[in-house]
């Protein structure tokens, strides 16, 4: 599939509206990551690798806020496992319309890859099946915080013992320094991806009361009050961060 600049950004806007994953975003979307989110192709093909050894036969393996689904794709080319069906979900139509399209070009390209079906849906009504591996890949920031808890309960409960849930999140720091630094350099990211100080400064207007990032000790806590056993970070790349957590 033909995949677009990102330039939603690049013209002034009078009022710049609050960040939506729409059809002008789903567009856009594959630019718009890799150029936005540092270390993000390295996270997304390595959660298939790791889901590869917490996958169990017969299994539901999810892909939660699954955008274009391309932690899906990973999941099909890396597990092997006898009976293990991908989920993917989220709730913009757009997204879930070009999803299915991927997968499908997917199934055109390669032989024997896990079953995978799209559901456009909230997650946080969604009713899971028993699961050996769960992704939450740059969602949790967009639920609101109060519910953050409760889903990652119900999550917790639905995991099998020798399961995992992989959450990855831009990380806010505690310490002020750190966060002007870091912040400053994921800046400077975006710079060296051809993005322009408008488009910087329009793109964190859109989205500052959209995602709400937490600290990494404030995501320790949450999942070991959820219930996980043991919270272990496994990638870090500037301000952005994914875990694994065990049940």
Excluded at 128 to 143: D, E, H, K, Y
């Amino acid at each position: 599939m033909t995949q677009l600049p990102d330039r939603i950004y690049a013209t002034p806007q009078a009022r710049v509206a609050d960040f939506v994953f729409n059809e002008d975003v789903a567009r856009v979307f594959p630019d718009m990551i890799k150029r936005s989110v540092p270390g993000y192709p390295t996270i997304v093909e390595n959660i298939g690798v790791l889901a590869a050894q917490f996958a169990q036969p017969d299994t539901r393996l999810y892909d939660l806020g699954c955008s274009l689904g391309a932690v899906s794709q990973a999941l099909r080319r890396h597990v092997r496992t006898q009976g293990c069906r991908v989920v993917a979900v989220d709730n913009s139509p757009a997204m879930v319309e070009r999803c299915r399209e991927y997968l499908h070009a997917q199934d055109s390209m390669f032989q024997e890859l896990l079953p995978a079906e799209v559901i456009e849906a909230d997650i946080l009504a969604l009713e899971f099946q028993p699961s050996s591996l769960v992704a939450l890949n740059f969602t949790l920031q967009f639920i609101p915080p109060e519910q953050r808890s409760a889903l990652l309960g119900r999550i917790r409960q639905a995991l099998l013992p020798g399961g995992a849930l992989i959450l990855s999140e831009k990380l806010r720091f505690e310490d002020e320094d750190e966060q002007q630094l870091l912040t400053s350099l994921h800046v400077a990211f975006k710079r060296a991806n051809g993005y322009s100080e408008l488009e910087i400064a329009q793109k964190r207007s859109a989205i500052e009361n959209v995602m709400k990032p937490d600290s990494l000790a404030t995501h320790r806590q949450r999942l070991l009050d959820a219930g996980f056993s043991s919270v272990v970070p496994w990638f870090q790349c500037l301000n952005f961060a994914s875990l694994i957590a065990l049940p």
